[in-house]
Nanobody, 125 residues
Framework: QKQLVESGGGLVQPGGSMRLSCVASGFTLDYYAMGWFRQAPGKEREGVSCINSRAGTHYGDAVKGRFTISRDNARNTVYLQMNSLKVEDTGVYYC???????????????????WGRGTQVAVSS
């Protein structure tokens, strides 16, 4: 059974940094494109970043230049390094396996994708 567990969320001040981790179990993520999505209160879910099996990456416009996605296949883990955080980055962040990783974030979700339960990120002074 595929399982994804996110960690690393919490409260951070604007301008701060945070790193999210996503550990996969029940499968090896080597051959999967992985993604991070987020959902803010009262807003639609949006794609944040994705990374394909060859470590090619894409980012949503709102986070380009501030966030970095990476993967460590040996640890079966995907990371999201978030810098220069803004209040509008607040939300629940979800790790997703088997996404369609391309330059169009609205197409990333795949019918066969597997989702984690999410980790809360709050950016506030």
């Amino acid at each position: 059974q595929k399982q994804l567990v996110e960690s690393g969320g919490g409260l951070v001040q604007p301008g701060g940094s945070m790193r999210l981790s996503c550990v996969a179990s029940g499968f090896t993520l080597d051959y999967y494109a992985m993604g991070w999505f987020r959902q803010a209160p009262g807003k639609e879910r949006e794609g944040v970043s994705c990374i394909n099996s060859r470590a090619g990456t894409h980012y949503g416009d709102a986070v380009k230049g501030r966030f970095t996605i990476s993967r460590d296949n040996a640890r079966n883990t995907v990371y999201l390094q978030m810098n220069s955080l803004k209040v509008e980055d607040t939300g629940v962040y979800y790790c997703v396996a088997n996404v369609e990783c391309n330059s169009r974030p609205y197409t990333w979700n795949h019918p066969d994708a597997s989702w984690g339960r999410g980790t809360q990120v709050a950016v506030s002074s």
